[in-house]
């Protein structure tokens, strides 16, 4: 063992000078730095990501800027100038006010109107007033107890008896079906205000939808009216034809009385 440290020492001792160089260079010379888990792809790729960046925010997001701009001005235009809001809240209140307006209507319409005192006119009245075309088969018998019936041939002239028939059966036809233009006007009434609820909540975009509806509903109510106009000619027009008739009927019986005083002149 102290051979071996010996000789240490002295190889120690015959390289002093060449220890103490490699010390001093050591010492002098700056460390040398070591790459570790980095790589140079990764500063490319965060440049890429960096001018994507710049590209996005400058060109694209510049055209989309743009782009918002015109749409908030068409909204704009939509709001002030096509649908404005204070002009729709405008109508809207019109619509409520004319809403009530048909209510009132509504009930002047129906306040009762009978006057019929006896029990035969009462019961007539009360099923031409009814408003229901349920009751129309009820018409016939309570028209008769009101108005008779037909004469039996052996009390009148089958002229007679044809002209009765044909202006109770035009009578009792306009009066059915004044009960089914009566339904059908409240089936109208109900709806006009189903429409007139359907505007105060309409949006701008659906009034014309609302708007086609209404009048559909006004091309069907002039047809009812024409109806109704039909039956007003037709019962005119059976009274003109029973004055006709009248006058058919008298010139028939000057004729007969001009015959029987000429025979009876003859006899004489």
Not at 132 to 148: F, K, M, R
Request: hydrophobic content about 45%; some cysteine.
């Amino acid at each position: 063992m102290k051979t071996y440290l010996a000789k240490i020492f002295g190889w120690v001792r015959l390289h002093t000078m060449a220890l103490s160089v490699l010390l001093l260079l050591a010492a002098i010379l700056p460390p040398v730095q070591v790459q570790g888990q980095s790589s140079p792809c990764c500063a490319v790729l965060s440049a890429g990501l960096g001018t994507i960046n710049t590209t996005l925010g400058s060109v694209i997001g510049g055209g989309l800027s743009s782009i918002n701009g015109v749409l908030t001005t068409i909204q704009q235009f939509e709001q002030q100038v096509v649908w404005p809001v204070q002009a729709i809240a405008q109508a809207r209140g019109l619509v409520g006010a004319i809403q009530g307006i048909y209510t009132q209507i509504r009930n002047i319409f129906n306040i009762p109107i009978s006057s019929a005192t006896l029990a035969n006119p009462r019961q007539l009245e009360t099923i031409l007033l009814s408003r229901s075309p349920g009751q129309i088969g009820n018409t016939p018998g309570a028209y008769g107890a009101v108005y008779g019936v037909v004469p039996l041939p052996q009390n009148a002239s089958p002229q007679m008896r044809d002209q009765v028939d044909m202006t109770d059966a035009v009578a009792q036809d306009a009066l059915e079906r004044a009960i089914v233009i009566d339904a059908i006007a409240d089936q109208e009434l109900q709806a006009a205000d189903q429409i007139n609820a359907s505007i105060q909540s309409a949006a701008p975009g659906s009034a014309p939808i609302v708007e086609a509806q209404a009048d559909a509903w006004l091309v069907r109510s002039h047809a009812y009216t024409q109806s109704a106009l039909a039956d007003l000619m037709r019962v005119r027009a059976i009274d003109l034809a029973n004055s006709g008739a009248t006058m058919k009927y008298g010139s028939s019986g000057a004729v007969g009385t001009h015959q029987d005083v000429n025979t009876i002149l003859k006899r004489q």
